[in-house]
């Protein structure tokens, strides 16, 4: 599966934006999603996912009640709404699909096919 992450900007504290993730070339609703984030200097880190179905949903405790992720298995695409930004959200932004694993999905080793980033820039 291939996928496109698209949405990022600069935006002030307090923004929101809403993040794409367009996948093509296999069955959408076959691959469980996330969304990672590395800022300059650090590692990648979980941000959200959601299974294939909808049904379940995770996030890191620092985007929890800020950030919603969501997925649309007809357009074949995942989003993540993000609200009331602050500058440590300021990081390049990937999408992530699994297929079925034992592997957690809130790591990236749970994850086998990923999006090239967007750039979301927070400033205060």
């Known amino acids: 599966v291939q996928l496109q992450a698209s949405g990022g900007g600069l935006v002030q504290a307090g923004d929101s934006l809403r993040l794409s993730c367009a996948a093509s070339?296999?069955?959408?609703?076959?691959?469980?999603m996330g969304w990672f984030r590395q800022a300059p200097g650090k590692e990648r880190e979980f941000v959200a996912a959601i299974s294939r179905g909808s049904r379940n949903t995770g996030y890191a405790d620092s985007v929890k009640g800020r950030f919603t992720i969501s997925r649309d298995n007809v357009k074949n695409t995942a989003y993540l709404q993000m609200n009331s930004l602050k500058p440590e959200d300021t990081a390049v932004y990937y999408c992530a699909a699994r297929e079925r694993s034992i592997l957690s999905a809130y790591y990236t080793s749970g994850y086998g096919y990923w999006g090239q980033g967007t750039l979301v820039t927070v400033s205060s």
């Open positions: 070339g296999r069955t959408f609703s076959n691959y469980g």
